[in-house]
């Protein structure tokens, strides 16, 4: 889990496993983004999921998000080395503007 | 996908210098931001601007800071003086709208300040 951890925690899986990130969140919101980012870049949108959403699907990502409690999870099935990368979840605030951004999570997908 | 710029890439200074740090943002888009992402910490937002105007800060956005967009040209941050904390990468962010819309990063200026 991502939320309220200020430093980056680590994951290390083969190629062709699956694998859940978690995050939980402080403050409502109605729309979770999940954002990788590649070594030296910065972060790109991967999926946002919505309230009305519980869950969403893009490719080989999943993310769910359960507003009750607070907390959302981005899935990747069969994972691949090109996965390798940080992956962060973010909110927003009630104005809208502001992300809000999780530690993240570095994940290390080897051959 | 569209593309955020930033300038320099890299910047070394002197504490106490000012420095300056550029963002060509996506060209339709009327929302920028701010963010500063120390090594290994989590990315924190500093500051969004829309219209000519700061419209939100974070306590980090220090009295030493200031943003401006002249005339539809570069989003600039500006530190004067830096201070050895400021030290981090900068990331400069754009969206159409400032609802709850993707926000789309640059490459991050990264600045060490000595």
């Known amino acids: 889990s991502q939320w309220g951890e200020e430093n980056l925690q680590a994951l290390s899986i083969q190629e062709g496993e699956d694998v859940t990130m978690n995050c939980s969140y402080k403050t409502y919101t109605t729309v979770v983004h999940w954002y990788r980012q590649d070594s030296g870049r910065g972060p790109a949108l991967i999926i946002l999921?919505?309230?009305?959403?519980r869950e969403k699907r893009s490719g080989r990502l999943r993310a769910t998000l359960d507003t009750s409690s607070q907390s959302s999870s981005l899935s990747i099935t069969a994972a691949q080395c090109e996965d390798t990368a940080v992956y962060f979840c973010?909110?927003?605030?009630?104005?809208?503007?502001?992300?809000?951004f999780g530690g993240g999570t570095r994940l290390t997908v080897r051959p | 996908g569209p593309k955020v710029l930033q300038i320099p890439s890299h910047q070394i200074i002197d504490m106490g210098q000012m420095v300056t740090l550029n963002c060509d943002p996506v060209?339709?888009?009327?929302?920028f931001y701010w963010y500063k992402q120390i090594l290994g910490q989590q990315m924190e937002f500093l500051v969004n601007?829309?219209?000519?105007?700061?419209?939100?800060k974070s306590k980090l956005f220090k009295d030493q800071f200031s943003v401006e967009r002249p005339d539809g040209s570069y989003f600039t941050l500006k530190i004067q003086p830096t201070a050895l904390e400021d030290s981090a990468v900068y990331f400069c962010?754009?969206?159409?709208?400032?609802?709850?819309?993707?926000?789309?990063f640059g490459p991050g200026t990264r600045l060490l300040v000595l």
């Open positions: 601007f829309y219209n000519g105007k700061v419209m939100e």
């Open positions: 973010a909110t927003n605030n009630n104005a809208g503007a502001k992300l809000t």
């Open positions: 060209s339709n888009h009327l929302y």
């Open positions: 999921i919505r309230s009305n959403e």
């Open positions: 962010a754009s969206s159409q709208t400032g609802f709850q819309d993707t926000q789309y």
